[in-house]
T-cell receptor, first 115, second 119 residues
Framework: AQSVTQLDSHVSVSEGTPVLLRCNYS??????LFWYVQHPNKGLQLLLK??????LVKGINGFEAEFKKSETSFHLTKPSAHMSDAAEYFC?????????????FGQGTTLQVKP | GAVVSQHPSWVICKSGTSVKIECRSL??????MFWYRQFPKQSLMLMAT?????????EQGVEKDKFLINHASLTLSTLTVTSAHPEDSSFYIC???????????????FGPGTRLTVL
């Protein structure tokens, strides 16, 4: 069965410092992995996705993530946090090998950015 | 492109009444739409998969008679919460999959969500 674990429920950084949001996955086949961001009372926005191409994936707003199969990780990083990055972040993995389109969401990480 | 809307954005209803939530893909056709539920400070839980012209597939533990899903066209899916009770209060989010995009990418486009409060 597929699953995803976000290792931190809450991360707090100062503006201008690096961001690291950790995600580990479990999958019995080659998964597709995503990071989504959710701002308060707004829909989810796709930051980036990994679909078995390059292991280092660059997304929007300066975010990137590296797929590490040996560590079953897909951590999200950004060199310098901005106040507008404060939001809820979800690591997501595809569910099942039959391409049902289903997604499994991690529990989410709240990113706080301090001035 | 790839915009998904939901209506209403929020709704308050009395216990025992039914509420319908619409999910529309505004600029693309979607064969598949998904309905999620999100409790405060929690993650999204998939409720059901809605395919145009066929019956929805519900996840384990989701009552199909309670949460009626209709996907009548390639741009519209509706979720009706029947005989709503306070425990049904939640944030309901839909997503749509783009036709013609590689199905193996599994990219979904999410609506802004509907906040339901049952008194």
């Amino acid at each position: 069965a597929q699953s995803v674990t976000q290792l931190d429920s809450h991360v707090s950084v100062s503006e201008g410092t690096p961001v690291l949001l950790r995600c580990n996955y479990s999958s019995s086949y080659s998964p597709s992995l995503f990071w989504y961001v959710q701002h308060p009372n707004k829909g989810l926005q796709l930051l980036l996705k990994y679909t078995s191409a390059a292991t280092l994936v660059k997304g929007i707003n300066g975010f990137e993530a590296e797929f590490k199969k040996s560590e079953t990780s897909f951590h999200l990083t950004k060199p310098s946090a901005h106040m507008s990055d404060a939001a809820e972040y979800f690591c997501v993995v595809t569910s099942g090998s039959s391409n049902t389109g289903k997604l499994i969401f991690g529990q989410g990480t709240t990113l706080q950015v301090k001035p | 492109g790839a915009v998904v809307s939901q209506h209403p954005s929020w709704v308050i209803c009395k216990s025992g009444t039914s509420v319908k939530i619409e999910c529309r893909s505004l600029d693309f056709q979607a064969t598949t739409m998904f309905w999620y539920r999100q409790f405060p400070k929690q993650s999204l839980m998939l409720m059901a998969t809605s395919n145009e012209g066929s019956k929805a597939t519900y996840e384990q533990g989701v009552e199909k008679d309670k949460f009626l899903i209709n996907h009548a066209s390639l741009t519209l899916s509706t979720l009706t919460v029947t005989s709503a009770h306070p425990e049904d209060s939640s944030f309901y989010i839909c997503s749509a999959t783009l036709i013609g995009g590689s199905p193996y990418n599994n990219e979904q486009f999410f609506g802004p969500g509907t906040r339901l409060t049952v008194l």
